[in-house]
Structure formats: structure tokens, C-alpha cells
T-cell receptor
Framework: NAGVMQNPRHLVRRRGQEARLRCSPM?????VYWYRQLPEEGLKFMVY????????ESGMPKERFSAEFPKEGPSILRIQQVVRGDSAAYFC?????????????FGDGTRLSIL | EDQVTQSPEALRLQEGESSSLNCSYT??????LFWYRQDPGKGPEFLFT???AGEEKEKERLKATLTKKESFLHITAPKPEDSATYLC?????????????FGSGTRLLVRP
């Protein structure tokens, strides 16, 4: 399966710990997006990255959240000092380019639970 | 503000009973409208992209149409395996990040 790979699928953290979510885009895709899906809510954009660059982080909380997409390896979404409100499903999507109308292909998400 | 509203929130159909899902959108300039299917515990699966009013696309029992203000996803003679949440999203022209703005989805249940 050459789809978008996210790991872990489930992550449990205690309040105050750090959470690291990983995303490997589809082969040949160099554009990565992170979205968050809160319970009973729709998908909300967080951040858009290309290799070694953050293009748009307008949807990401200013504090505690960061994202990177290094030259080698997966994209990482990092949440420091997690709180209960961070419990959600986090989805990564990738596209071949950032062009108009390019479909974004999603992974199966990481479900983060905060105790 | 760019916005997407989907209706109904939930829809129950008997197998073979055709229906339509609605997606109304407000966006300053539409770059593309996307339909996805999401099964429980899974990520959204891409179905269609529509670019301009009047455009239609089909895939098996699904047909998507687009006007200047809304899109419809028509389901003809649905089967139980069509049960899923259907998501609509738009991509705006002025948005250089190409992010998708999603509606809350329509949960479809098709009974045998």
C-alpha cells in the first residue's frame, strides 16, 4: 500500500506530556497538510508544509504546537504539554503538488487521547 | 469568511432508494470542490473534484454536480456498502496554501 502512512494509530498521553505524530506522504508527493478532527466536528486545517518549509500555519495554535517536514524522513506534528482539549483525531494528507484542484490524499489518522 | 454547510446531517435509506446529499458553500473564489467518503476509524477517501458550475462527475452509483452556490452528491440505487460519512470541501482561489475547508459531513446509512 503506497498510501499516506501515519503512526502511531493510537496515542495515549497524560496531561503535561509531549505527543509526536508522524506522517509519511504518498510516494512522489512533496506537499503535506495536517488537519484535526474534534469529536462531533468537521476536519479543520492546521498547517501546510513542503520539504523543509512551513508554508501556512494559520490553523495551528500558537502555543505548544509545532510541525516540521525535514529533507529526509516523515513530517512530524509535535504537541508539547498536552491538555485534555488536545484529544482528537489528527489526519495528515499529501498531494503531488500544491496546484489548483490537486486532490489531497489522507492517511487513517492518529487518535490522541489525553488522560 | 469561507464556509461549507452540508445537509442533511444524517440520512437513512433503504437499499435501492436513491437520494441526494447537499453541500452549500460560500467562498470568494472557488478553485475546486472536493467530495470525500469517510468510514469509521479511517481517513477520508477522495471521490471527486469539481472545478466549475455545470460540471458533473460519476463513479459507480455516485454522481456529483456543481452550481455556483452548491454541490449535490446523487446516490443511485444505494447498497449497504455505501454507508459512510460523506464530506464536502472547498479550496479557495485567494488561498495560497491550498488548504481544504470542510463541511461537517452527512452520515449515510443504507439498510438492506
Amino acid at each position: 500500500n503506497a498510501g499516506v502512512m501515519q503512526n502511531p494509530r493510537h496515542l495515549v498521553r497524560r496531561r503535561g506530556q509531549e505527543a509526536r505524530l508522524r506522517c509519511s506522504p504518498m510516494k512522489g508527493h512533496s506537499h503535506v497538510y495536517w488537519y484535526r478532527q474534534l469529536p462531533e466536528e468537521g476536519l479543520k486545517f492546521m498547517v501546510y508544509l513542503q520539504k523543509e518549509n512551513i508554508i501556512d500555519e494559520s490553523g495551528m495554535p500558537k502555543e505548544r504546537f509545532s510541525a516540521e517536514f525535514p529533507k529526509e524522513g516523515p513530517s512530524i506534528l509535535r504537541i508539547q504539554q498536552v491538555v485534555r482539549g488536545d484529544s482528537a483525531a489528527y489526519f495528515c494528507a499529501s498531494s503531488r503538488s500544491g496546484g489548483a484542484g490537486q486532490p489531497q490524499h489522507f492517511g487513517d489518522g492518529t487518535r490522541l487521547s489525553i488522560l | 469568511e469561507d464556509q461549507v454547510t452540508q445537509s442533511p446531517e444524517a440520512l437513512r435509506l433503504q437499499e435501492g432508494e436513491s437520494s441526494s446529499l447537499n453541500c452549500s458553500y460560500t467562498v470568494s473564489g472557488l478553485r475546486g470542490l472536493f467530495w470525500y467518503r469517510q468510514d469509521p476509524g479511517k481517513g477520508p477517501e477522495f471521490l471527486f473534484t469539481l472545478y466549475s458550475a455545470g460540471e458533473e462527475k460519476e463513479k459507480e452509483r455516485l454522481k456529483a454536480t456543481l452550481t455556483k452556490k452548491e454541490s449535490f452528491l446523487h446516490i443511485t440505487a444505494p447498497k449497504p456498502e455505501d454507508s459512510a460519512t460523506y464530506l464536502c470541501a472547498v479550496q479557495a482561489h485567494e488561498d495560497s496554501s491550498y488548504k481544504l475547508i470542510f463541511g461537517s459531513g452527512t452520515r449515510l446509512l443504507v439498510r438492506p
